[in-house]
């Protein structure tokens, strides 16, 4: 969701639209504040709803990245209770594969604020099924992909050269995708996997390369910036996604 702020504040901008970004992590990575799950959270909504009752009195619209279980209640549904409070617009967009165990076992409180939206809007067609399915008629806009900062170039043959960009939290098994470049370099001994992400899977990852005897032909990059992506982007030939 943050490359998607980036890159919406980007075009609006370059439509002639001012936009101010108000971030719902505002502290800063070294903060010891981040090592305690509810504590972090509750300062983090502290910072955001300050930034936003200073910067909504003169804005004529509201737009909010959300998702799913705390983070909505915690960042979406104070946004749309002030865009109610001074009767400003607000524009919920939706990101998150659990959106549809939300739903179900949160929608009788979620959907006061989903309804009170001006406007909800989710990036797929899967999500858009779901969301129709408990009564709500989103709009799909796809996520913006920005092509500027890759090349396209022939590679024939193409070396199984795998990258993987997720955080490494059970909700996105990364275990599976380990898995299945295990089962790649049965057939191709050459293979190398690159994973981008971090998280508390991490050190079972760790584990299982070496119990599959895979650990010389996996690299674990940590969590990176975006722009440092690029390159890793450039080495691969596939995109791996669990």
Not at 184 to 210: C, Q, S, T, W
Request: hydrophobic share 45%; aromatic share 12%.
């Amino acid at each position: 969701m943050a490359v998607q702020a980036l890159e919406l504040e980007a075009r609006l901008a370059g439509d002639g639209f001012q936009t101010r970004t108000i971030k719902t992590n505002s502290l800063p990575p070294a903060s010891r504040i981040l090592r305690i799950p509810v504590l972090r959270s509750l300062v983090n909504q502290a910072l955001f709803l300050r930034s936003l009752t200073e910067n909504c009195s003169n804005s004529t619209v509201l737009h909010v990245f959300s998702n799913s279980y705390l983070n909505f209640f915690l960042f979406t549904a104070p946004v749309v209770l002030l865009g109610k409070l001074v009767g400003t617009p607000v524009v919920i967009h939706y990101h998150g594969g659990s959106a549809e165990r939300f739903l179900h076992k949160w929608c009788w409180l979620a959907r006061p604020f989903l309804k009170s939206a001006t406007h909800l809007v989710v990036p797929s067609g899967y999500l858009w099924e779901i969301f129709r399915k408990y009564g709500f008629t989103p709009r799909i806009i796809p996520n913006i992909a920005n092509l500027a900062s890759f090349r396209y170039r022939e590679q024939p043959p193409l070396p199984p050269r795998l990258l993987y960009t997720r955080h490494l939290r059970p909700e996105y098994d990364p275990e599976s995708a380990v898995r299945a470049f295990s089962e790649i370099v049965r057939r191709y001994p050459e293979a190398e996997f690159r994973m981008a992400g971090d998280g508390m899977e991490k050190n079972r990852l760790a584990a299982l390369v070496r119990q599959l005897g895979i650990a010389d032909r996996v690299c674990f990059l940590g969590r990176l910036p975006n722009h440092r992506l690029v390159p890793h982007y450039e080495w691969a030939n596939l995109f791996i996604n669990s």
